[in-house]
């Protein structure tokens, strides 16, 4: 079946480093996004890897390995703008290549 | 470009009353999406559409239908309320399903606060 597991809440202080884990089991993996999600709003793209390594993207960085069904966000420098959720989604060929989303990884800064 | 809206933004229903959602994208995409989001659980997709005129079941259909007469438009119906869909309802939309070596970017509505009494 499909799954993905994100850990529910972190927390980090004001100007650290942070990193968020995914890990995914899927039959017919063909890319993974990363999604920002503050409270009462939308989900708005941050990154997308569908090769091994790692994508950077200002603050944000994001790593995939395909062959240990695993991914992580790295968010460095923390702002008290970074609160927000992180989404985990993975694209499925065996879904009519429809994302399959995690629960979403709650952070929480603090000064 | 307003990018995608949703209409309404709150809406309390009785059980077993009819209601439907609007989405709308001026961004000329052709793949639109309808999600619920629930505590503790993921975006699930309840239908999605790849083009005017043509809708497709996503995971959590039952209860729900849809309709894109217009490329700009989808439409998500509640037929018969039901206070298991009280949830958090998102539209999104894409400009293309892409293969392996690109990606589609999906853009999301502000959301809509359903509460099924």
């Known amino acids: 079946g499909q799954n993905i597991d994100q850990p529910t809440e972190m927390t980090a202080t004001e100007g650290a480093i942070v990193q968020i884990n995914c890990t995914y089991q899927?039959?017919?993996?063909?890319?993974l996004f990363w999604y920002q999600q503050h409270a009462g709003e939308a989900p708005t793209f941050l990154s997308y890897?569908?090769l091994d390594g790692l994508e950077e993207k200002g603050r944000f960085s994001s790593f995939l390995s395909r062959s240990k069904g695993y991914s992580y966000l790295l968010l460095k420098e923390l702002q008290m703008k970074d609160s927000a959720s992180y989404l985990c989604?993975?694209?499925?060929?065996?879904?009519?290549?429809?994302?399959?989303w995690g629960a979403g990884t709650k952070l929480i800064i603090k000064p | 470009n307003a990018g995608v809206t949703q209409t309404p933004k709150f809406r309390v229903l009785k059980t077993g009353q009819s209601m439907t959602l609007l989405c709308a994208q001026d961004m000329n995409h052709e793949y639109m999406y309808w999600y619920r989001q629930d505590p503790g659980m993921g975006l699930r997709l309840i239908h999605y559409?790849?083009?005017?005129?043509?809708?497709a079941k996503g995971e959590v259909p039952d209860g729900y239908n849809v309709s894109r007469l217009k490329k700009q438009n989808f439409l998500l119906g509640l037929e018969s309320a039901a206070p298991s869909q009280t949830s958090v309802y998102f539209c999104?939309?894409?400009?293309?399903?892409?293969?392996?070596?690109?990606?589609?970017?999906?853009?999301f509505g502000p959301g809509t606060r359903l509460t099924v009494l």
């Open positions: 999104a939309s894409s400009y293309k399903l892409a293969g392996a070596k690109d990606h589609d970017t999906q853009y």
């Open positions: 559409s790849v083009g005017e005129g043509t809708t």
């Open positions: 890897n569908v």
């Open positions: 899927t039959s017919g993996f063909n890319g």
């Open positions: 989604a993975v694209r499925d060929v065996n879904s009519n290549y429809q994302l399959i």
